[in-house]
Each structure stands twice: as structure tokens, then as C-alpha cells.
């Protein structure tokens, strides 16, 4: 270290936030898609819109899912249901399949069905679509590989995130002075403002969701402690620790025995957490003696709590009696962790505070896309006379200059690629939610291949273009392939769907308005008395 | 009042905050009231006391919204949207 600190920690933000840009702009752009998970899953089934859905008791919602299971899967060891929430209005069941079973509308492993909570009729005919889920598996399993390699690079992006967020803090010598400062169509010292402004202005979520991000994975991360008290045994842990299912690993006992009715002890479930609603419902080895009722509160904007722990309330089966209440006062270690967690996925926000939630995440993507395109225009300006006289910048800039394109410039058409694709794909088109992802990666492949090949000023115009107007078009999407469109679900108050198209159709538009500049900028140079050599890489500098 | 009434008052109240803090600031009173235009030691300090007392009063109203845990959560991102509000509204229209 032959320069002072601040140097040094001006190095350390630099290359911590350069190398890692691209993949953090994909993590931060699908993370913040995920807060409104269950909305785009909504409005990516359509036939779910017109959906009436009255306030069901929800002793009578879980009635009906347990005599749909009845029917379905008498002989399965486990089911699953879960509750409806404000969000997400239907009862959804699902069972392990017996040994030996494979039915056809299933994943695997499990089955499941969508049930309406007041008549307990199947919601059948929604087209089969991974939606929000996708982009919240996106987020930390991203896609093509096996999940836990892909943890494992995002928790190490994430720790340099968290470090590049720190050293930018002891770089940053102006924080207060520069607090509201933007200089705008000033080259370097404007990307320089976008890049401090959304850092600095944003700053209390970037260092919460960056932290806690590292947290939600941390018994992966740092598997030392529990190692060392379970000698290895991590399946003990997680039951001891989470045991929100029940005994997952109860044997029936073979002698079969009848289920008491499930809503008395939705009834007392909540009774006991003082009226707060249900969540999930388990039945552990259904019309077996040894059944048991495992049901746990509800994580969501009507439970006061933050945290992600969920209380839970174990029944006798057979008997329908509470045999044991868990979690309801958890150690300060676990209600810290709860808690922390909990932040990072915002489950327990009201509809006010996702909304800002959400615009901290688009900051974030900002803060990152102006990171990376910063750092392109500085290291131009090194070349700026031999790119003058006709030549070509180094190799580093022109690699940073691609992934730009392709990152920035490519998501945002692989994310419209994938919502057009729900509406243009057949209906009954076999392996459905697969296709859909497919056009999102051939999009984005399409779009980054290109900018690689073709980082230029024109290349960013055309893929903002294209991105913007996929996106902007939305609502004239989705009125033409469903007959629930703007003007029918903003008089009948449905915000869920209405809010999707205007959200979208509002970034489709400022996407826009980036290419216009882009374009007006490029007119400029062209227009210029010196004459502007219009060579490739060197398209970034002054997008505003 | 309900909870998204008190979140909007926060929100107004932080943004009123940041608006007199900004102008209690040499290069953003020049930018809204020109070059010249005098930024006196009393008027400072009148705005950046307005502007913190605003601050006060929408970290009042998100803990009145959404409760004594929630509502630190909300003043936060309330703080950041208004923030990024007075920045664009000092950008687009500096001459208020």
C-alpha cells in the first residue's frame, strides 16, 4: 500500500464492483422483479383474472382442499396447503406422489392443483407458466446449472457487493456536500452523480439487502458452527431449527385411522396466535394412526411480525387434539436471523412500502449499470488521442464495453421476451413453462452475442429501442390476448393486473427515452465541426 | 388515519424536508433562486432547521403507519424516494 487509504480503497471499489457488475445487474434486476412475485405470476395467467374472490372463512377454504386431497390422494404420505393471502387469492394443494406413482401435471416428485377457497371447484384451466417464480429461482439459482454451484457464485458476487459498498462509502469524500447533486450531459462527471446519487440516496437498502442476501444462504456459507455442534449431522439441525412441517421422517404405523376435520384446528391455530391467519397447512401421513396436523402462521402483511420464522401449531391427526405449539417465543439468535430474512424478501410489507421497496431495487440497478459504464467512459479517456487518430481502444475497455450492452442493454429484452412469450405461446403447448424460459435466453443470447460483437453507440439505440418498445406495448399485449386490459381493471379497482401493465409499460417507456438520448447524443457527434470518428467501443460515454 | 395516509404524509413531509435542507446548501439556493441571489446566515439556518423538523415529522408518520419495527423500515425507503425526487426536481426544474 504505497497510496494513502483512500486510495487504496478507491482501487478496491473499482475492481470488487467491475468484476462481479454483470452478474449483480442480473441478481439485483430479478431480485426486484421478485418483490412482485405472486402479481406477475398472477398476470401471467390470465384465466386466474376474472376470478371472484369473496372473503372465505378460511376453516372452509381448508375444508375444501382437505376433501379435494381426500379424493386425490387418500394414499399419499404427505400434503401440503396453503392458505390464500391478499396476494395470492387461491388455495393451492399439493402432495408427494406415492411410491410408485408418476401422474402427468406434476413435477417430479410432487403434485399439486389450484382450488377457488369458496366452492372448492379446481382452477384447472390456468396455462401452465413458471411466472414470478422463475425470476425468483433467477435470483439465487440462476439457471442451466446446478443449484449449488450457482449459490455459491452468487453469495461470492454478493461479498464483493458488500465490499465494493463499504470502500465506496471511504471513496466517496462528498457525501453530504454532493447529496443532491446532478450535473447533467457533463460526460464522466454526470455518470459519476447517477452512479453516487442512487448509491448514496439508496444506501440504507443496499447495505440491508446486500447483508441480509449473504444471510438468507448462511448455514451454506458457514457451515463451521453448526459442523461443529451436530458433528456433520445437518438434517438434525434443520429439523430442530426449522421445524415448521412436523416430523417429516414419522413412519406410519399402518393401521389406518380416519382425519379429524381440519378446521376446528384452523380455528384454534389461530385463536392461539391471537386471530392471526394461517399459512400452510401439512398433514404428515394422512388417515395413518400416527398422522399428524402441522399448521403455521401466515408470513404477510396481516401478521404484525417481520421475521421469517413461522409459529407453529402440531395436531393429533386421529384425534384432531394440539399436541405441541413451536417457535412461539424463539431465541434471540433466531428471531435475529428471522428477522434479517425476513427484510430480505419483504414478505411482511404492505402494498405502500413494496412499492418502495421495489424503486430502492431499481436504484440498486442503476447504481450498478452506472458502476460498470463508469468505469468504461474513465478508461476510454486514456485512449481518447489514439482513438482520435482513427485507432482503437485497449482490449479491457472494449470486453467491458460488450458486457455492458449485453447486460444492460440485453435483460430488459429477455425479460419482455418472456412475458410476450406467455401470451403468443399456444396454450396447451407441451412443456409450456420451459419454452417461456427458452425465449428469455435466446433474447438475451441474441441481444448479448450482438453487443459483444457490436458494442457501438447505434448497437445500445437499437437494443434500447427494442426493449423499451416490447415493454412499453404490454398493456396493447395484454388487451389483445385477454379481455381483462387497462380499461377493464382500473375501473374494477383489480390493482394487481393493472398495476403490472403500468409499472411495465412505465419502464418500457423510460427505456425509451435512454435510446432517444443515446440517439440525440450520437446526432450531435455526427454533426460536430471536428470530425468525430465514429469507431466502434466507445458508445457508453454520455448515455444522459 | 390509515396506514397509507400516515406513509403519504411521511413521504410529503420528507420530501418538504429535503427541499428546504437542499436550498439551505450554497449550490442548489443558487441553482432555484440564480447567481447573486444571497443565501443570509439567518435564512440558512431557519431551512435547515425546517428541514430537519420535516424530517422529525415524517419519521413520526411512517412509525404512525406501520408501528414501532415496521416503521423505521418504511422512513427509510421513504427517505430514499424523496431524496431521489428533490434531486430529479432540482435537474429538471431548477428555477422554481
Known amino acids: 500500500m504505497k497510496e494513502g487509504f483512500r486510495q487504496s480503497m478507491a482501487w478496491l471499489h473499482t475492481w470488487s464492483g467491475l468484476l462481479v457488475g454483470w452478474v449483480l445487474f442480473l441478481v439485483f434486476v430479478a431480485g426486484t422483479a421478485s418483490y412482485f412475485r405472486d402479481e406477475i405470476t398472477l398476470w401471467m395467467k390470465p384465466e386466474l383474472h376474472q376470478a371472484q374472490h369473496p372473503d372465505v372463512p378460511p376453516e372452509v377454504a381448508a375444508g375444501h382442499a382437505v376433501a379435494l386431497l381426500q379424493q386425490r390422494a387418500a394414499d399419499s404420505p404427505r400434503w401440503f396447503i396453503t392458505m390464500p393471502t391478499e396476494r395470492e387469492p387461491g388455495v393451492r394443494v399439493s402432495w408427494a406422489n406415492p411410491p410408485g406413482v408418476k401422474p402427468k401435471n406434476g413435477r417430479g416428485r410432487f403434485s399439486s392443483a389450484m382450488l377457488e377457497p369458496a366452492t372448492g371447484a379446481e382452477i384447472s384451466e390456468a396455462r401452465e407458466t413458471r411466472g414470478g417464480e422463475f425470476f425468483y429461482r433467477l435470483h439465487f439459482d440462476l439457471h442451466y446449472m446446478p443449484a449449488i454451484w450457482a449459490r455459491w457464485i452468487v453469495g461470492v458476487c454478493a461479498m464483493f457487493m458488500l465490499v465494493a459498498i463499504l470502500s465506496g462509502i471511504v471513496t466517496h469524500r462528498r457525501i453530504f456536500k454532493d447529496f443532491f447533486t446532478f450535473r447533467p450531459k457533463k460526460g464522466q462527471r454526470s455518470w459519476l452523480d447517477a452512479h453516487n446519487a442512487t448509491a448514496v440516496l439508496a444506501l440504507p437498502f443496499h447495505l440491508m439487502i446486500t447483508y441480509t442476501g449473504l444471510l438468507t444462504l448462511m448455514f451454506m456459507y458457514f457451515p463451521a458452527g453448526v459442523q461443529a455442534v451436530y458433528r456433520g449431522d445437518q438434517e438434525t439441525f434443520f429439523a430442530e431449527m426449522f421445524p415448521s412441517g412436523g416430523d417429516r421422517n414419522a413412519k406410519p404405523s399402518g393401521e389406518a385411522a380416519p382425519l379429524a376435520a381440519v378446521g376446528p384446528m384452523v380455528a384454534e391455530a389461530r385463536a392461539h396466535w391471537g386471530g392471526a391467519p394461517v399459512g400452510r397447512i401439512t398433514v404428515n401421513n394422512p388417515n395413518d394412526a400416527r398422522a399428524t396436523v402441522a399448521i403455521t402462521r401466515q408470513i404477510g402483511q396481516a401478521t404484525p411480525s417481520m421475521s421469517y420464522n413461522t409459529p407453529t401449531v402440531i395436531f393429533d391427526g386421529p384425534s384432531g387434539r394440539q399436541s405441541k405449539t413451536i417457535g412461539d417465543e424463539p431465541s434471540g439468535a433466531a428471531e435475529t436471523r428471522g428477522v434479517l430474512y425476513g427484510l430480505h424478501i419483504a414478505r411482511f410489507s404492505s402494498p405502500f412500502l413494496r412499492g418502495l421497496f421495489f424503486l430502492s431495487g431499481i436504484a440498486g440497478c442503476l447504481m450498478v449499470a452506472t458502476g460498470v459504464l463508469l468505469w468504461a467512459v474513465k478508461e476510454r479517456q486514456k485512449y481518447a488521442k489514439a482513438i482520435a487518430k482513427g485507432g482503437r481502444a485497449g482490449f479491457g475497455v472494449r470486453l467491458v464495453d460488450g458486457l455492458n450492452v449485453a447486460a444492460i442493454g440485453g435483460l430488459p429484452i429477455a425479460f419482455a421476451a418472456y412475458f410476450w412469450a406467455n401470451r403468443l405461446l399456444p396454450v396447451g403447448l407441451e412443456a409450456r413453462a420451459d419454452v417461456e424460459i427458452r425465449w428469455f435466453f435466446i433474447a438475451w443470447a441474441v441481444a448479448a452475442v450482438a453487443g459483444l460483437a457490436w458494442p457501438t453507440r447505434r448497437l445500445w439505440q437499437l437494443l434500447l429501442t427494442v426493449g423499451g418498445t416490447l415493454l412499453a406495448t404490454i398493456p396493447l399485449l395484454n388487451a389483445a390476448t385477454t379481455a381483462t386490459h387497462l380499461g377493464v381493471t382500473l375501473p374494477s379497482g383489480q390493482w394487481a393486473v393493472a398495476g403490472f401493465d403500468l409499472v411495465v409499460c412505465a419502464l418500457g417507456l423510460s427505456l425509451l427515452w435512454a435510446a432517444w438520448f443515446v440517439g440525440r447524443r450520437a446526432a450531435k457527434k455526427a454533426a460536430a465541426p471536428r470530425p468525430a470518428p465514429a469507431v466502434g467501443g466507445e458508445m457508453a460515454e454520455g448515455v444522459r | ?96
Open chain 2, 1 to 96: 388515519m390509515s396506514a397509507v395516509v400516515w406513509a403519504v404524509v411521511s413521504l410529503v413531509a420528507a420530501f418538504g424536508g429535503f427541499v428546504a435542507l437542499s436550498l439551505a446548501m450554497d449550490r442548489h439556493h443558487e441553482q432555484v433562486f440564480g447567481r447573486g441571489a444571497g443565501l443570509p446566515r439567518r435564512r440558512r439556518w431557519a431551512l435547515r432547521l425546517t428541514g430537519t423538523g420535516a424530517l422529525g415529522v415524517s419519521l413520526a408518520a411512517s412509525l404512525a403507519a406501520q408501528g414501532p419495527t415496521q416503521g423505521w423500515v418504511l422512513w427509510c425507503g421513504v427517505l430514499t424516494v424523496a431524496a431521489v425526487g428533490q434531486v430529479l426536481a432540482l435537474t429538471c426544474a431548477p428555477h422554481g
